[in-house]
């Protein structure tokens, strides 16, 4: 089991930016592949970015691309999502997750664990 701690939330203006991490804690960190979603309030938990264990491959929604940088960094046991150019629209908790999978899954359903979340605010 792995426990998932995000933290580097807060509230932006728009146009800025803000680095999410995610620290692991549990088995080896590097045997996950690793995924960040976000939900606000009444709307389903949608995909933002994956990587895979190595880190060689990323993922992003169309939302995210160009803006959006998804990391890991395997010996501090840490995902980062680097967020640029802000808009209201990402407005969201934020929250990451791991995949014992060796696939990199764009969808909720395949991710075995989950963090708290951390709220993200971008103000107009």
């Known amino acids: 089991q792995v426990q998932l701690v995000e933290s580097g939330g807060g509230l932006v203006q728009t146009g800025g930016s803000l680095r999410l991490s995610c620290a692991a804690s549990?088995?080896?960190?590097?045997?996950?592949?690793m995924g960040w979603f976000r939900q606000t309030p009444g709307k389903e938990r949608e995909f933002v970015a994956a990587?895979?264990?190595?880190?060689?491959?990323?993922y992003y929604a169309d939302s995210a691309k160009g803006r959006f940088t998804i990391s890991r960094d395997n010996a501090k046991n840490t995902v980062y999502l680097q967020m640029n150019s802000l808009k209201p629209e990402d407005t969201a908790v934020y929250y990451c997750?791991?995949?014992?999978?060796?696939?990199?899954?764009?969808?909720?359903?395949?991710?075995?664990?989950w963090g708290q979340g951390t709220q993200v605010t971008v103000s107009s």
């Open positions: 549990g088995r080896t960190f590097s045997s996950y592949t």
């Open positions: 997750a791991a995949d014992q999978s060796r696939l990199v899954h764009t969808t909720r359903d395949p991710y075995d664990y």
């Open positions: 990587i895979s264990r190595g880190g060689a491959s990323t």
